[in-house]
């Protein structure tokens, strides 16, 4: 029976991308000096709030959306790929065009007295040679390390590309400043990872980069999917409960809560399409929190969530009140920032300034999506 739905879900999954890969081949224009995006934002750091200098690299893409296996069904990043024949030097040029833009912010930041940890996403994994050539990542990280008030390194990657000796060379030119992989887990649940997210690696894959990683000296960072498709609100806040307990237990150094957003030519988003799916409730995000954190849990590692479109109908929102959004992301946000429980003790919430937290215990109860 789960063989049968993974190849559904695969099948469909694999026409999205196709059509996906029709619209990005019709481009003519790429401009490959200049990565996807770049941005500086203020950003919860490990021990305190500080900065972080994103960069998203346009490359060849994941390899995982790049294969039959098609990809995740909630991924729409293959939508910012570049063109397969994208050259290492156009990589570094975009580092150069993202330092260029941000440094006098960079500079800035220093002068506060304020840390970034700058972070390396290519909607697929920096530790992938197709991706990034080993001399590539090196040189990359050579020219990031020293900027104003650069504290730390995050780089996204799949764990099948954890290996001893890339991390060790990248360790060598670190210049002793913290290096973290993020990896997107997803469930600590195998059924829900492999055939509903359709995520291509095993729990025993990951815990085993993990263990590479921290032999390494490189932290881990999970990243964690709150209600993926085919999971209803109530079994979704179950399964990021588990989870999250799971990933303190396999190691992670932090862990990021990430509510499902819909992407373009994703399976979420043709599920969303035909009323079959409800991005997550901001209720829920916190109720998660409630369930599997303690304060021995937040002394060891660091809790993170900062949804894409939070508060619109494509994101984690609760109902169409701006007003209602806004408080509840506040609190999440405050939460994060502070790491203090109390902001979510539920005797300190205002759980009765909207009704639709009434309609939010019905659709917990009656929901099928
Ligand atoms: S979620 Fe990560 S692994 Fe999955 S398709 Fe997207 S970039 Fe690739
Ligand atoms: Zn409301």
């Not at 063109?83 to 960079?106: E, F, N, R, V, W």
Request: one cysteine or more.
């Amino acid at each position: 029976m789960s063989e049968k739905i993974a190849l559904m879900i695969k099948k469909q999954t694999r026409m999205l991308r196709d059509r996906a890969k029709e619209r990005i081949n019709k481009h003519t224009n790429w401009n490959l000096q200049k990565p996807v995006t770049s941005w500086i934002a203020e950003d919860r750091l490990h021990d305190e709030m500080g900065y972080e200098f994103t960069i998203i690299f346009r490359t060849c893409a994941c390899s995982w959306a790049r294969s039959d296996d098609a990809g995740c069904t909630m991924c729409g990043y293959f939508n910012d790929k570049g063109p397969d024949s994208i050259l290492q030097s156009q990589i570094l040029d975009q580092l150069q065009y993202a330092i260029s833009k941000h440094l006098k912010k960079l500079d800035e930041i220093q002068k506060e007295g304020k840390k970034t940890t700058i972070k390396f996403f290519s909607s697929g994994s920096f530790l992938d040679n197709e991706e990034f050539r080993p001399e590539t990542r090196i040189e990359i990280i050579k020219q990031v390390v020293n900027l104003p008030s650069i504290h730390n390194i995050l780089a996204e990657t799949r764990p099948e590309f954890v290996k001893e000796d890339s991390l060790k060379s990248l360790m060598a030119v670190c210049n002793e400043k913290p290096l973290e992989l993020g990896i997107g887990m997803e469930s600590s649940n195998d059924y829900v990872r492999e055939i509903l997210i359709n995520k291509g690696f095993s729990s025993q894959n990951l815990k085993d980069s993990i263990k590479i990683a921290h032999k390494c000296g490189v932290l881990v960072k999970t990243y964690l999917l709150l209600k993926p498709p085919f999971l209803n609100e109530k079994t979704a806040i179950r399964d990021a409960v588990q989870s999250i307990k799971d990933a303190v237990t396999w190691g992670a150094d932090s862990i990021s809560l990430n509510p499902v957003n819909i992407q373009a030519f994703t399976l979420a988003e043709l599920l969303f399409n035909h009323q079959k799916y409800r991005s997550p409730w901001i209720y829920s995000v916190i109720s998660v929190f409630q369930k599997a954190l303690t304060q021995e849990i937040l002394d060891r590692v660091l809790i993170l969530c900062s949804p894409s479109a939070a508060g619109k109908e494509r994101g984690v929102h609760n109902c169409h009140d701006k007003a209602c959004n806004s408080t509840w992301l506040k609190i999440m946000n405050e939460f994060i920032s502070t790491q203090n429980m109390d902001i979510i003790d539920p005797k300190n919430l205002p759980y009765e300034e909207c009704s639709c937290w009434g309609e939010y215990n019905l659709f917990l109860e009656r929901s099928p999506i």
